[in-house]
């Protein structure tokens, strides 16, 4: 990197402006955003100037909260809602940090399954393909599409 991490701390002399583009930096070469691991070939991030204008236009209106999924989904669902939801996959929840007290547990993976069933809006949701989850979602009105993909995280950390 070629910047230190502490240059985006918040009593750093950078401006806003610099912290911000550093933080961008370190999520672009980060693998899945982790901030712990990186890797990426020379980037002029010039380049991304147009990406972060659109995110910008996108996001202008755009409220982020950090409230428990099951309180969210309560407070937002009406018939033209739709959530997409990108939970920790299943047995890979200790590759996260900060996800809760206990982590992202198996009772939760059961509770976001119940909240997403009493939904009056839809709902798009990632996850791996496992039976557990299978066997979880195999419920009418339910359709369970499978993708493979290089990067999963679980293949990932399994082959190391």
Known sequence: M????????????????????????????????????????????????????????RLAKVVIENKDFEKLIGQYDRPVSFFYCDPPYFETEGYYKNVGEGGFMKKDHIRLRDALLRIEGKFLLSYNDCGFIRDLYDAPGIQIDSYTRINNIKQRYDNL
């Open 2 to 57: 070629p910047f230190p991490i502490a240059s985006i701390a918040r009593d750093s002399p950078a401006s806003d402006v610099q912290k911000a583009a550093w933080f961008y930096l370190l999520i672009r070469y980060s693998y899945a955003s982790g901030l712990t691991n990186y890797g990426s070939q020379p980037h002029d991030i010039r380049t991304n100037f147009p990406l972060i204008e659109q995110a910008h236009r």
